[in-house]
């Protein structure tokens, strides 16, 4: 009786053991088809809907939105608005046939305000300024000159840059300023042109031009970036980048000034017949 007794408790110990060994199969086995059905496949794009939705004056206005943006839009308005120099005349980029009132002006800009910034950062001087007649895009009009004056004007987010220029670029500058169709602004430059459209001479800072020399030219990002196709610019020796937008140059130098000056003058003339 004894041995029975011990024999079925053994078989029981057994079957539970068993029943554990298969519980803990069944746990795996339900985890893994779990997290099977969880993974998600890779979606795919399969189309793109678009739709014009046009602004104008049929959208009605939010009131909450347009009290919100109100005072800021008030502000800035005050500040575009405020009057910093005055302008006697209209300032126009077409009053000249190689240079221009306006062209003359901006160039000048560039070179008053990065002049101080580069010598302070360099110890050197800057001896050129140059933009591109197609990156002015308004008039300064007669009367008061404000910020939004130069937003006119100068709406690109333009950085000035100093290049420094051995002097066979230069060369090429020069070609390039007699064959285009634009008076581009320049300043630091004069260059003289004979009757029959060859170059009878190039100063620099009132002194000959030297092709032996390097000099400092002060310019624009997006013309060493490709615009304007001037591929001289690609063979400057070193850049200096002045973090200076010329829009905020031109801000500056309309609040040191009461009164803008700006004429054609003879930086870049054409020797007329006697």
């Known amino acids: 009786m004894v041995k029975v007794t011990i024999l079925l408790a053994f078989h029981r110990a057994k079957l539970s053991r068993l029943d554990d060994l298969n519980m803990k199969l069944f746990v795996v086995f339900i985890t893994i088809i779990l997290l099977t059905s969880c993974a998600q496949s890779p979606s795919q794009l399969t189309s793109i809907k678009g739709k014009q939705l046009p602004i104008n004056s049929e959208i009605s206005s939010n009131d909450s939105v347009e009290s919100f943006i109100t005072p800021y839009r008030n502000r800035v308005n005050s500040v575009l608005d405020s009057v910093l120099a005055y302008a006697p005349e209209d300032i126009v980029k077409f009053d000249g046939e190689l240079n221009t009132s306006e062209g003359n002006l ?47 004007v100068m709406p690109f987010e333009n950085y000035i840059v100093v290049l420094e220029l051995p002097g066979r670029a230069i060369r090429e500058m020069v070609g390039y300023l007699i064959a285009s169709s634009r008076p581009q602004p320049i300043s630091g430059m004069k260059i003289v042109l004979n009757t029959n459209g060859t170059l009878r001479s190039v100063n620099i800072q009132g002194k000959p031009f030297d092709e032996n020399k390097t000099y400092n030219l002060a310019t624009i990002d997006y013309l060493i970036q490709g615009g304007g196709n001037m591929d001289f610019l690609k063979d400057h020796k070193s850049i200096t980048e002045l973090d200076y937008l010329l829009r905020n140059a031109m801000i500056d130098h309309f609040k040191k000034v009461d009164t803008l000056r700006a004429a054609v003058d003879d930086r870049f003339i054409q020797i007329k017949q006697p």
């Open 106 to 152: 901006m160039a000048d800009i560039l070179m008053w305000q990065s002049e101080p910034i580069f010598k302070m950062r360099t110890g050197h001087d800057v001896d050129i300024a140059m933009l591109n007649y197609g990156g002015i895009r308004n008039v300064i009009s007669a009367g008061s000159v404000t910020a939004r004056t130069a937003y006119e």
